[in-house]
């Protein structure tokens, strides 16, 4: 069974420009979910996908958005970065967005650094 | 809204010795509780989690937390520590009728020969 992975696993930025970081879930999961780590921190969520919709959005301004494909993998998009937007970047799948007790995997992260 | 506290920042533990790790939470609604573990420049693994029933769960590599509904705490343990033990872990919280997990700060565990 293969795990969640994500891609690139390091990011260099600079201020103002986009970037777009790619999740590929677990075998036989339907939803991802994606947290933003900043350094010292615990993990905050950023937004949801189930089945290709958005099930959930958290405290996160619209310039991070997101898509999930028929093949249940996902991107994160943040335009416009900011220097705070540097952190790691979880994403996490589970089976089934709606059943909350289904435990969600995480992949190993995105680090993105903002210059 | 749910929220979590990790009541230590840092807990140094010297190798075979007990642990405790603290863990406080706020909910106005039922609750579902999980410790994660992450080692150094990985994700999140799951140590084990509490939905209902038993109060005590027992989760992998000999951990264990207790839920307190009255003192609204979930305390994660082990009896004795190995090197590999040292981390960071983290305890979350979801609503019952929720999606996401609300973590905490996190604690990190330096185990010492």
């Known amino acids: 069974e293969t795990g969640v992975t994500q891609s690139p696993t390091h990011l260099i930025k600079t201020r103002g420009q986009q970037v777009t970081l790619r999740c590929s879930s677990q075998?036989?999961?339907?939803?991802v979910s994606w947290y933003q780590q900043a350094l010292g921190q615990g993990p905050q969520f950023i937004f949801q996908?189930?089945?290709?919709?958005?099930?959930g959005r958290g405290n996160f301004p619209p310039r991070f958005s997101g898509l999930q494909f028929p093949n249940y993998s996902s991107e994160l998009n943040v335009n416009a970065l900011e220097l705070d937007d540097s952190a790691l970047y979880l994403c996490?799948?589970?089976?089934?967005?709606?059943?909350?007790?289904?435990?969600?995997?995480f992949g190993p992260g995105t680090r993105l650094l903002v210059l | 809204a749910q929220s979590v506290t990790q009541l230590d920042s840092q807990v140094p533990v010297f190798e075979e010795a007990p642990v405790e790790l603290r863990c406080n939470y706020s909910?106005?609604?039922?609750?579902?509780l999980f410790w994660y573990v992450q080692y150094p420049n990985q994700g999140l693994q799951l140590l084990l989690k509490?939905?209902?029933?038993?109060?005590l769960v027992k989760g992998i590599n000999g951990f264990e937390a207790e839920f307190n509904k009255s003192q609204t705490s979930f305390h994660l343990r082990k009896p004795s520590v190995h090197i590999s033990d040292t981390a960071e872990y983290f305890c979350?919280?979801?609503?019952?009728?929720?999606?996401?997990?609300?973590f905490g700060a996190g604690t990190t565990v330096t185990v010492r020969a």
């Open positions: 075998s036989g999961h339907n939803t």
């Open positions: 996490a799948s589970s089976r089934d967005g709606q059943e909350i007790q289904e435990t969600q995997y």
């Open positions: 509490y939905l209902s029933g038993s109060t």
């Open positions: 979350a919280v979801s609503g019952s009728n929720d999606y996401k997990l609300s």
């Open positions: 909910s106005s609604v039922s609750v579902y």
């Open positions: 996908y189930y089945r290709e919709e958005e099930n």
